[in-house]
Structures are given as structure tokens and as C-alpha cells.
């Protein structure tokens, strides 16, 4: 694929988001964040780097020059933690057990998979759900199981792989942005 032929479906793909959910997810994770809720955030390979690539926006991001601060977590980040997991107790529990240590009952958790089927993904929502976070899905191809399974779903409908990571970027960009955004005029946002 050529980089016309790539740009092409990239921008077709994108008019196919739903924005109602994107803005949803933003006014969520604004709301949290503003109550001093954690955004907790995971996925596999090019979904983990997206995840702590948020986490750096979240953090860093929107509290530079403002006193707006965010306890945003990767649980993708952790070597250390995730290979203990995985060794002792298996890799598909490498998130469920780390929301399971963290003991949250409120704040957002924020899944990214391409393919929305990986186990780990889906038992770490399982256990989100089940303690009491809000979770959103980020998915892309047919948004596998988890598009079905979290609170809110921002589906990419391509298949993708490179895409529908652009995709989840821009999408955890604008919101970011947004959040400063919201932060600046505060007075004038009803949650």
C-alpha cells in the first residue's frame, strides 16, 4: 500500500467514527479525572505503547502550565510486574491482576486492542467491570469481544492494523486536548 492509497483509507475510516461516543469518553474521563479518580490504562503491543503514550499526556500533558492534575496509570508499563504475572500465573491475567492490586472502585479503565479478542484485554475489563470503573473500549476490525463488553465503545471499523493505531492516537489526542480545553473554562461545563 501506497502512502495516497494509505491516507485515503485512513480519512474514510475516520468519517466513519462515532463522535457521540468519542465526546461521551471525553466528559467521562474529564469528569474523573476533575474528582481525582485514576485513568487506568492497558493493551498489547502497539496498543500498550499508545497506553503509555496517554498516560504521558494525561500526566504531563494537561497539567503543563495549569495546576490540573491527573493520576493516570499504564498497567502496560511495568515489566517487572507483568512478567511475575505472567510466569507464576498466567499472561492472560497480566491486567486482571494488577486492577485486582490497585483495589480502585471508581475512575475509568481504558482498554486499547486492534482485534478486541486478546484474553488478557478481556479478563482485565471483566475485573474493571467488576470493580466498579467505567471502561472503554478502543478497538478496531469487528471490535471482537470487548466492543461488546465495555460501557462505551469507540469502535475503528477497519482492518487495518497501523490504521486503526493512528486512529486510537488521534482519537486519545483530541481528548487530551480537549480536556485542557474543558479544564480552561471549567465555570462554563455542566457534569
Given at each position: 500500500?501506497?502512502f495516497?492509497?494509505?491516507?485515503?483509507l485512513?480519512?474514510?475510516?475516520?468519517?466513519?467514527?462515532?463522535i457521540h461516543?468519542?465526546?461521551?469518553?471525553?466528559?467521562?474521563?474529564?469528569?474523573?479525572?476533575?474528582?481525582?479518580?485514576?485513568?487506568?490504562?492497558?493493551?498489547?503491543?502497539?496498543?500498550?505503547?499508545?497506553?503509555?503514550?496517554?498516560?504521558?499526556?494525561?500526566?504531563?500533558?494537561?497539567?503543563?502550565?495549569?495546576?490540573?492534575?491527573?493520576?493516570?496509570?499504564?498497567?502496560?508499563?511495568?515489566?517487572?510486574?507483568?512478567?511475575?504475572?505472567?510466569?507464576?500465573?498466567?499472561?492472560e491475567?497480566?491486567?486482571?491482576?494488577?486492577?485486582?492490586?490497585?483495589?480502585c472502585?471508581?475512575?475509568?479503565?481504558?482498554?486499547?486492542?486492534?482485534?478486541?479478542?486478546?484474553?488478557?484485554?478481556?479478563?482485565?475489563?471483566?475485573?474493571?467491570?467488576?470493580?466498579?470503573?467505567?471502561?472503554?473500549?478502543?478497538?478496531?476490525?469487528?471490535?471482537?469481544?470487548?466492543k461488546?463488553?465495555?460501557?462505551?465503545?469507540?469502535h475503528?471499523?477497519?482492518?487495518?492494523?497501523?490504521?486503526?493505531?493512528?486512529?486510537?492516537?488521534?482519537?486519545?489526542?483530541?481528548?487530551?486536548?480537549?480536556?485542557?480545553?474543558?479544564?480552561?473554562?471549567?465555570?462554563?461545563?455542566?457534569?
Open positions: 500500500m501506497n495516497y492509497e494509505y491516507k485515503t485512513l480519512v474514510n475510516t475516520l468519517q466513519k467514527l462515532n461516543n468519542i465526546n461521551v469518553a471525553n466528559l467521562s474521563i474529564y469528569k474523573n479525572i476533575v474528582q481525582q479518580n485514576p485513568i487506568i490504562l492497558f493493551g498489547n503491543g502497539g496498543s500498550a505503547s499508545i497506553a503509555n503514550h496517554w498516560v504521558t499526556d494525561l500526566s504531563k500533558g494537561i497539567s503543563e502550565d495549569t495546576n490540573f492534575k491527573c493520576k493516570a496509570y499504564s498497567l502496560s508499563s511495568n515489566y517487572s510486574l507483568i512478567t511475575a504475572i505472567a510466569n507464576d500465573i498466567g499472561y491475567y497480566v491486567y486482571e491482576k494488577q486492577l485486582e492490586y490497585l483495589q472502585n471508581e475512575g475509568v479503565a481504558i482498554a486499547i486492542s486492534s482485534s478486541g479478542n486478546s484474553e488478557n484485554i478481556i479478563k482485565g475489563v471483566e475485573k474493571a467491570k467488576e470493580l466498579g470503573l467505567f471502561t472503554i473500549g478502543l478497538t478496531g476490525f469487528t471490535g471482537g469481544k470487548v461488546d463488553l465495555v460501557d462505551l465503545s469507540i475503528v471499523p477497519c482492518n487495518n492494523y497501523g490504521v486503526v493505531e493512528d486512529i486510537h492516537m488521534m482519537v486519545l489526542h483530541s481528548i487530551s486536548q480537549n480536556i485542557r480545553s474543558l479544564y480552561s473554562n471549567k465555570n462554563d461545563i455542566k457534569l
